[in-house]
């Protein structure tokens, strides 16, 4: 099922952020935290296949996983689901360093470390393929493996998203497509 549709049917989003149409198929992230979740379907495990390119040195963003319906609040989103980090950076939000791999782009976000390095430089596009089964996720980052988390504990079945970081952070996606396992 590609994802989104060119008018963002069946997307909505929280938070103070937000996205906007680039070129044709493109979104870009804006405005400050926020998540663009798909609210037309649940997931509980699927493949997940997302391109996406960072604009600028210090964007930040992220794919979440099975989270629940959100209204105004992201946080359920942070508790309860999974993030896969977009930062080139490794940015810890807790010490204000940089390299932690914890936090680095491919990261189950504050669960499992990325174990390697996998992004392209600036300006070029990315490609995720993002696994969830049962309660195991695989995450690869053109085409290498870079996580998995086995032993999921949170949420089995939610909603995907995609995040607004920070004002000034544009992330652009394209070619969403999920396909139901």
Same mark, same amino acid.
Do not use: C
């Given at each position: 099922?590609?994802?989104?549709?060119?008018? &963002?049917?069946?997307?909505?989003?929280?938070?103070?952020?937000?996205?906007? =149409?680039?070129?044709?198929? %493109?979104?870009?992230?804006?405005?400050?935290?926020?998540?663009?979740?798909?609210?037309? $379907? $649940?997931?509980?495990?699927?493949?997940? !296949?997302?391109?996406? !390119?960072?604009?600028?040195?210090?964007? +930040?963003?992220?794919?979440?996983?099975?989270?629940?319906? &959100?209204?105004?609040?992201?946080?359920?989103?942070?508790? #309860? @689901?999974?993030?896969? #980090?977009?930062?080139?950076?490794?940015?810890?939000?807790?010490?204000?360093?940089?390299?932690?791999?914890?936090?680095?782009?491919? $990261?189950?976000?504050?669960?499992?470390?990325?174990?390697? !390095?996998?992004?392209?430089?600036? @300006? #070029?596009? +990315?490609?995720?393929?993002?696994?969830? #089964?049962?309660?195991? %996720?695989?995450? =690869? &980052? +053109?085409?290498?493996?870079? $996580?998995?988390?086995?032993?999921?504990? =949170?949420?089995?079945?939610?909603?995907?998203?995609?995040?607004?970081?920070?004002?000034?952070?544009?992330?652009?996606? !394209? +070619?969403?497509?999920?396909?139901?396992?």
């Amino acid at each position: 099922m590609p994802l989104p549709s060119p008018d &963002l049917t069946g997307w909505r989003m929280a938070g103070s952020g937000g996205f906007s =149409r680039r070129d044709e198929g %493109i979104i870009e992230s804006h405005g400050g935290s926020g998540i663009l979740w798909y609210a037309d $379907a $649940a997931f509980a495990d699927f493949l997940l !296949r997302v391109a996406w !390119r960072l604009t600028g040195s210090d964007d +930040n963003s992220g794919v979440f996983l099975r989270i629940p319906p &959100l209204e105004h609040d992201v946080q359920p989103a942070i508790d #309860q @689901g999974y993030e896969v #980090q977009i930062d080139d950076r490794g940015f810890d939000p807790e010490t204000g360093r940089l390299g932690s791999m914890l936090h680095l782009t491919g $990261a189950i976000y504050g669960l499992v470390p990325a174990a390697v !390095r996998a992004s392209h430089p600036l @300006g #070029q596009w +990315n490609d995720f393929e993002i696994t969830a #089964q049962g309660a195991t %996720i695989s995450v =690869r &980052l +053109n085409d290498v493996p870079v $996580a998995k988390l086995e032993g999921a504990s =949170r949420r089995p079945r939610g909603h995907i998203g995609l995040q607004a970081h920070h004002e000034g952070s544009a992330v652009q996606f !394209r +070619n969403l497509r999920i396909k139901r396992l």
